[in-house]
T-cell receptor
Framework: NAGVMQNPRHLVRRRGQEARLRCSPM?????VYWYRQLPEEGLKFMVY????????ESGMPKERFSAEFPKEGPSILRIQQVVRGDSAAYFC???????????FGQGTRLTVV | GESVGLHLPTLSVQEGDNSIINCAYS??????FIWYKQESGKGPQFIID?????DKRQGQRVTVLLNKTVKHLSLQIAATQPGDSAVYFC????????????FGTGTQLKVEL
C-alpha cells in the first residue's frame, strides 16, 4: 500500500508564475489536508478537503491560493502569481473517514526566484 | 489564539540515555495529541498519540504523558539511538484525529555517540 504521494518533490518558479502541487492520498483515504512549513518552523494548517468538498479553509490565504480534491485524481494546491514569500515546504496528509491518524507525504519544496 | 509550543528548541543526549521532550498547549478543548518525528527533507512521521481521557500511553521505546491540569505533553524516548536524531513536533486537534492539526515549533534532538 503506497503512502501519500506528492509531486513534484521540488518546484522552482519565477515570481508571477503559477505553482501546482499534487497530492495522491493513501488508498482508501477520503480526507486530505494541506500544510505549509517555513524553514525551522512547525507546520501550519492550510486547508482540509474531502472528495469534491472543501471542509475547512481557515488557514488558506485569501488571495492567490486555491485547493481542490476532485472525484477522480489527486488533490491540487494551486498558487497563482507566486511571490518569494511563498517559498516553503508544502505537505499533504490523508486520513480515512473518521480515522485517528493522518499520514503525511514527503512534501513539495517550492522555491520562488 | 490557541497555540502549541515547545520549551526547548534543541536537546542533546548521549546514545543510550533517555530523552524527554516537552510541549505546552493552550487550547484546553483539544482532545487529541500526537507526536511526530521529522527527519531532514522528509515529511512528519507519526510516533505516538494520546486522547484527552488518558494520561499515559506507551509504545515501543516511547511514552507520551499528558497532564491536562497544566496543559503539558511530553515524549519520553528510552535508550536513545542515533537514528532518533530528528526534529520532534507535538500537535493537537479538536474532535479526534483526522481533523486539522495545530503544530508546535519543534525540538531538535541530537544524539551524541
Amino acid at each position: 500500500n503506497a503512502g501519500v504521494m506528492q509531486n513534484p518533490r521540488h518546484l522552482v518558479r519565477r515570481r508571477g508564475q503559477e505553482a501546482r502541487l499534487r497530492c495522491s492520498p493513501m488508498k482508501g483515504h477520503s480526507h486530505v489536508y494541506w500544510y505549509r512549513q517555513l524553514p525551522e518552523e512547525g507546520l501550519k494548517f492550510m486547508v482540509y478537503l474531502q472528495k469534491e468538498n472543501i471542509i475547512d479553509e481557515s488557514g488558506m490565504p485569501k488571495e492567490r491560493f486555491s485547493a481542490e480534491f476532485p472525484k477522480e485524481g489527486p488533490s491540487i494546491l494551486r498558487i497563482q502569481q507566486v511571490v518569494r514569500g511563498d517559498s516553503a515546504a508544502y505537505f499533504c496528509a490523508s486520513s480515512v473517514q473518521g480515522g485517528t491518524e493522518a499520514f503525511f507525504g514527503q512534501g513539495t519544496r517550492l522555491t520562488v526566484v | 489564539g490557541e497555540s502549541v509550543g515547545l520549551h526547548l528548541p534543541t536537546l542533546s543526549v548521549q546514545e543510550g540515555d533517555n530523552s524527554i521532550i516537552n510541549c505546552a498547549y493552550s487550547n484546553s478543548a483539544s482532545d487529541y495529541f500526537i507526536w511526530y518525528k521529522q527527519e531532514s527533507g522528509k515529511g512528519p512521521q507519526f510516533i505516538i498519540d494520546i486522547r484527552s481521557n488518558m494520561d499515559k500511553r506507551q509504545g515501543q521505546r516511547v511514552t507520551v504523558l499528558l497532564n491536562k491540569t497544566v496543559k503539558h505533553l511530553s515524549l519520553q524516548i528510552a535508550a536513545t539511538q542515533p537514528g532518533d536524531s530528528a526534529v520532534y513536533f507535538c500537535a493537537e486537534s479538536l474532535g479526534g484525529g483526522g481533523n486539522k492539526l495545530t503544530f508546535g515549533t519543534g525540538t531538535q534532538l541530537k544524539v551524541e555517540l
